[in-house]
């Protein structure tokens, strides 16, 4: 069985942990072994411990796929089959590859390209494979549902494109060969988010057991320490309230995305009723993902403009229109209205569409 322990101690290099089962004042040690001398595989077993408990894979990680391997490209699908895909608070794409024993010297250069090909998902995407996922795993849900499920688990509540072209790797092994740790130290030294995690089985008389332990990055003095807080290191709060009318009026004037206007200014058109994604699309001429990002750019202008973390609608999913939706009660309507008609706002245009040349990978297929 997995041990019960599933919130490691992160940094600990289980090479050198000391394992006892007790009973009472007797203490009996337990022998070290592998995954390939008990008979447990790398797919049927690991793969699945990864699924129930994806903690092992770090805090607050949800699963949206595994085994993925629906890649196009101009020129040839790649046949590349990612093992893990997970979705963090932050709204990153957690890229895991998993090795039953140790990992080969080029794992990272593997999860790498793995990383470079999910970076092209999409929000739809998304949620596409993961009622995929969710329903061959016995909870069927819709498109929709799964995204909705993703975008909760979101700190923003929303995916943003930005966010989701950063996405962060994961390597789970038995051991990793110097060459593989001074490449991940290197990596980290230029900005790519790589973190190293080691698992060691145990055998007892009746039980398997198995421990995992952050092995990269290692923690730093800091960690270990305490210090006087100052108010410069104080994480900030943000506050749950309402905008009010000057704060309305301030944000007619600082904000500059065409779908979060849009969205403002159907829902203050229509006070009390239910706008949704598809009206405010229709309406602004941008697409669903254009959309979600706006509404992560909204999230992060109301924090740093007013300090709060809510937005300055409502915003839940119709079960009836089977579509997000977003709504103005007739006075912050009133407010939005008044707002936009006594302010001069600049739209920004956007940046023309990058080009891309022919031996990129476009992306997961849908």
């Not at 919130?7 to 600990?12: E, F, K, L, S």
């Not at 990002?293 to 079960?319: C, H, I, M, Y």
């Amino acid at each position: 069985m997995v041990s019960d322990s599933l919130t490691w101690p992160r940094g600990v290099n289980v090479a050198d942990e000391l394992v006892f089962t007790v009973s009472g004042a007797e203490a009996k040690p337990v022998r070290a072994t592998t995954l390939l001398e008990i008979g447990l595989s790398e797919r049927r077993h690991l793969q699945e411990w990864v699924l129930a408990h994806p903690e092992i894979l770090g805090p607050d990680i949800r699963v949206v796929t595994f085994e993925f391997d629906r890649w196009w490209a101009v020129g040839g699908d790649p046949l590349d089959r990612l093992d893990v895909l997970g979705l963090d608070r932050s709204g990153r794409l957690v890229v895991a590859e998993l090795k039953r024993d140790a990992a080969p010297d080029t794992v990272e250069m593997q999860a790498i390209k793995y990383a470079a090909m999910a970076s092209r998902f999409t929000p739809e995407t998304l949620g596409y494979q993961h009622a995929r996922f969710l329903g061959a795993r016995g909870q069927p849900v819709t498109e929709e549902e799964a995204l909705a499920a993703l975008e909760e688990h979101a700190d923003e509540k929303t995916l943003a494109i930005e966010t989701l072209r950063q996405p962060r790797v994961v390597l789970l092994a038995a051991s990793f060969p110097p060459v593989v740790t001074a490449t991940a130290v290197w990596l980290r030294e230029m900005g790519l988010d790589i973190t190293l995690m080691r698992f060691q089985a145990y055998r007892t008389d009746t039980e398997t057991l198995v421990t995992v332990s952050q092995l990269l990055p290692v923690p730093t003095v800091e960690e270990f320490t305490v210090v006087p807080r100052s108010k410069v290191a104080a994480q900030r709060e943000y506050l749950t309230a309402p905008l009010d009318a000057s704060e309305f009026h301030t944000l007619a004037s600082v904000l500059t995305n065409e779908g979060m206007r849009g969205a403002l200014d159907l829902s203050a058109s229509r006070p009390g009723d239910w706008v949704t994604y598809t009206e405010v699309c229709e309406y602004t001429g941008r697409s669903r993902a254009e959309l979600r990002a706006d509404g992560g750019a909204l999230t992060r202008l109301v924090k740093k403009t007013f300090g709060k973390n809510n937005w300055p609608f409502e915003s839940q999913w119709l079960p009836d229109r089977n579509d997000w939706g977003f709504r103005l009660d007739a006075e912050r309507a009133g407010w939005w209205t008044h707002a936009t008609a006594s302010d001069e706002v600049t739209t920004l245009p956007e940046p023309p569409p990058l080009d891309h040349d022919d031996a990129t990978v476009e992306g997961p297929e849908h």
